[in-house]
């Protein structure tokens, strides 16, 4: 009985003794100097700190990239940027072994592995993995399309999507194929078509256990077992299974045709025919060559 007694005045001691630390710290929280920004509010607990955040409000950007000419507002910021000039990629995954430039980049990334999506819509319930995902399904709901195409007028939701869109007027294809020469216009293209090389199948499908090199394709093939087509015109009604068949069919109605022959000038409003045109002028000119060597 003595034991037990002793044993709660014991209890008894410890917890007023961190009740007085829980006082004290708060104590020291609230008499503690705050930098406070006089434009915006935002407080700060070291001088240094609030100098480095006036020079937004300043547009001041002291730290500057040699070999790009882009320009900072403090060093750490800068040191992040020159990863871009020199790969480094520090953050890499424990499951798969994919690295990041970016600490957030990786954290994202694990939530595909977790399956976590902390970030949902209001309007429809769909989640995601971070919030700039969000931020761009939003646009979705709006109907916002704030990046116009200057040469035929296309508007999109995206401004990646409208650089992605340019490219089919000038005609560039930045990023080639080592092993067969084949160009594309974006980078991601160019990591999927390599693994028509390796032989690298990394997306299943449950049903059939049908294998694929890339999630779009995975996706395009299950449409094949629900028969579901999704994408109605609004004008004639006609429905399709995928999106960018929708896409080619509207070009039927508002007459527009995006692939010019550089050439002649004759436009298509499919990329297959543009290509099968191309080829008639290299004949022609295969003709003439053979004209001049004879």
């Known amino acids: 009985m003595l ?154 939701t995206h401004k990646q999507c409208l650089n992605d869109h340019m490219q089919i007027h000038t005609g560039e294809k930045p990023f080639t194929c080592q092993q067969c020469g084949k160009s594309f216009t974006k980078k991601g293209t160019l990591k999927v078509h390599m693994r028509v090389h390796t032989g690298d199948k990394p997306f299943t499908c449950k049903l059939c256990g049908k294998r694929f090199i890339s999630k779009s394709n995975l996706k395009y093939h299950m449409i094949s077992h629900s028969g579901e087509k999704p994408y109605t015109c609004s004008q004639c009604g006609k429905s399709f299974k995928h999106k960018q068949h929708l896409d080619v069919h509207m070009r039927i109605h508002t007459g527009e045709k995006p692939f010019t022959c550089q050439q002649c000038g004759k436009s298509f409003t499919r990329r297959e025919n543009f290509e099968k045109h191309m080829k008639i002028h290299t004949r022609e000119q295969f003709t003439v060559d053979q004209i001049y060597l004879i």
Not at 107 to 128: A, M, N, V, Y
């Open 3 to 156: 034991l037990c007694k002793l044993h709660l005045m014991t209890l008894k001691e410890e917890s007023q003794e961190l009740n007085e630390k829980e006082d004290n710290v708060q104590h020291e929280k609230s008499n503690r100097n705050y930098f406070t920004c006089q434009q915006c509010g935002k407080r700060f607990t070291r001088k240094e700190n609030l100098e480095v955040h006036m020079r937004i409000h300043a547009g001041e950007k002291p730290f500057t990239c040699q070999q790009c000419g882009k320009s900072f507002i403090n060093n750490p910021n800068l040191k992040i940027h020159l990863r871009i000039h020199s790969e480094e990629k520090p953050y890499t995954c424990s499951q798969c072994g994919k690295s990041f430039k970016h600490k957030h980049y990786l954290d994202d990334h694990k939530r595909i592995h977790t399956g976590e999506k902390p970030f949902t819509c209001k309007l429809c319930g769909k989640s995601f993995i971070n919030k700039s995902k969000l931020k761009s399904h939003i646009k979705i709901h709006s109907g916002e399309k704030p990046y116009t195409c200057s040469q035929c007028g296309k508007s999109f």
